[in-house]
């Protein structure tokens, strides 16, 4: 099953959770819903 493509603004949501906020991963995929 291929990954369905993230829009742009989720990606940028996904690196600002991480390095601003400082969050693991697990809970960044948990916030977004990303798999």
């Known amino acids: 099953m291929p ?4 829009p742009m603004r989720k990606i940028k949501e996904v690196l600002r959770l991480k390095y601003v ?3 693991s991963e697990r809970e960044i995929a948990r916030s977004c819903h990303v798999t």
């Not at 990954?3 to 993230?6: E, G, Q, S, T, W």
């Open 3 to 6: 990954n369905k493509r993230l």
């Open 21 to 23: 906020c400082g969050l």
